[in-house]
């Protein structure tokens, strides 16, 4: 009896085995998973590991964007986020990386890091009040240490960034990769350029400790 009613069921049923099996062997079928399975290690990829980014804006010129007003082409750079994710990479002075405004956390912005913690800078000038909020006090340029977990950041063009002059040190953690060379323009595919020469605002501390200092960022005395 019960092997009746499984040969009846299996007959049944055997039209749309065959036509299950024929859609999951279709080569286009077979395509179309085999891409949809890669898409998470996409995705893991280009967050985690490295990933490619167009430049916007002049302020760090004349390293990025250096034809875009000959050309209209702007920049597009190779960004090393696995080694910055992962520890493998210790912030240096010098170092270009995008990292998240401090002013708008929706806005991803690339600058040059010139300072680490313990280091005391001399602000310059933040630039023309166009930079600068209306109404706001003239910034205060007396010296002072970079605290521990933060970072001090310009733009290669001074005269057109908001940076650190502006709103001061940056927290570590906004940093989100390391840009590591120049992909397009070809002509000019390569590592980042250097930073402008030293100006002697920065005097570095090779050696501090957050228990060196008890001030934080206050001004040092």
């Known amino acids: 009896m019960f092997r009746q009613l499984w040969r009846r069921t299996t007959r049944r049923a055997s039209p749309y085995l065959h036509a299950t099996r024929a859609f999951l062997t279709d080569p286009r079928v077979v395509f179309t998973g085999n891409v949809l399975a890669w898409i998470p290690v996409g995705i893991f990829f280009v967050r985690h590991v490295y990933s490619m980014s167009q430049i916007t804006g002049r ?128 002509d000019r595919s390569g590592p980042p350029i250097a930073g402008p020469p030293d100006d002697g605002r920065i005097k570095i501390w090779d050696n501090y400790t957050a228990s060196a200092s008890t001030q934080g960022a206050a001004r040092p005395t």
């Open 59 to 186: 302020s760090m010129l004349p390293t990025f964007n250096k034809d875009q007003e000959r050309t209209g082409w702007k920049d597009h750079v190779l960004l090393d986020r696995w080694s910055w994710s992962w520890g493998r990479w210790a912030l240096q002075r010098g170092d270009v990386v995008t990292l998240w405004s401090p002013r708008d956390p929706k806005v991803l912005t690339t600058k040059r890091i010139v300072a680490l913690e313990g280091d005391i800078v001399t602000p310059r000038d933040p630039g023309p009040p166009k930079l600068t909020r209306a109404g706001s006090t003239p910034p205060d340029l007396t010296p002072y240490r970079i605290p521990p977990g933060h970072v001090w950041v310009e733009g290669d063009n001074a005269a057109e960034s908001i940076d650190s002059n502006t709103y001061g040190p940056v927290a570590v953690g906004l940093v989100q990769a390391r840009v590591t060379r120049i992909l397009l323009p070809l």
